[in-house]
């Protein structure tokens, strides 16, 4: 079956300090791979994503994300977290040639940044 | 611009009742896509609509339909409500022709089953 897996519920950084939140995938293929980020009543908003070429993605905010292909990952990387950045985030995939619409998200892992 | 606007944003309703639960694409957008997200879980894709057809349906029984009208917007219909049918309900639209793969969602509607 396909999965994603977003092993750490929560992630607490300093602000300043370099954060990762991480992402594993199960999915046969070469899937699509996102980033999404959900603030308090408030829809996804896009991050970044994977499709091909450079395993380094940079999106918004400062955020990039490493594609993994042998690990199966794409963990979501700041250098430098600010407080603004706390926020629920899900990984998401996307089989190749599925329907457009059809996400498979993880459960989401809530990052906290403390001042 | 508006992005994807849904309505209502909460509501209340008792187990055996129907909801109907609105969504307007993004402008510019076709297709319209809706999602489930459970407290503290990642959202499940539901079904996606596109030229007023249902093109892909997630792991849902047949309580959960929907509708997408001429001007791209759509419904999503619960019948016969749960309480494990409480829920935030997301909506996201995208360009069918675009590529672009980026999925934009709306701030969803949140379903209380008492």
């Known amino acids: 079956a396909q999965s994603v897996a977003q092993p750490e519920d929560q992630v607490n950084v300093a602000e300043g300090n370099p954060l990762t939140v991480k992402c594993t995938y199960s999915v046969s293929g070469n899937p699509y791979l996102f980033w999404y980020v959900q603030y308090p009543n408030r829809g996804l908003q896009f991050l970044l994503k994977y499709i091909t070429g450079d395993n380094l993605v940079k999106g918004s905010y400062g955020f990039e994300a490493e594609f993994n292909k042998s690990q199966t990952s794409f963990h979501l990387k700041k250098p430098s977290a600010l407080v603004s950045d706390s926020a629920l985030y899900f990984c998401?995939?996307?089989?190749?040639?599925?329907?457009?619409?059809?996400?498979?998200f993880g459960k989401g892992t809530k990052l906290s940044v403390k001042p | 611009d508006a992005g994807v606007t849904q309505s209502p944003t909460h509501l209340i309703k008792t187990r055996g009742q129907q909801v109907t639960l609105r969504c307007s694409p993004k402008?510019?957008?076709?297709?319209v896509s809706w999602y489930q997200q459970a407290l503290g879980q990642g959202p499940q894709f539901i079904f996606q609509?596109?030229?007023?057809?249902?093109?892909q349906r997630g792991n849902f029984p047949d309580r959960f339909s929907g509708h997408q009208f001429p001007n791209y917007s759509s419904e999503l219909n619960v019948n016969a409500l749960l309480l494990g049918d409480s829920a935030l309900y997301l909506c996201?639209?995208?360009?069918?022709?675009?590529?672009?793969?980026?999925?934009?969602f709306g701030a969803g509607s949140r379903l209380t089953v008492l």
């Open positions: 402008s510019g957008h076709d297709t």
């Open positions: 996201a639209s995208s360009l069918l022709s675009s590529g672009a793969n980026v999925l934009t």
């Open positions: 998401a995939v996307r089989k190749r040639g599925g329907s457009q619409g059809n996400l498979i």
């Open positions: 609509y596109y030229e007023e057809e249902e093109r």
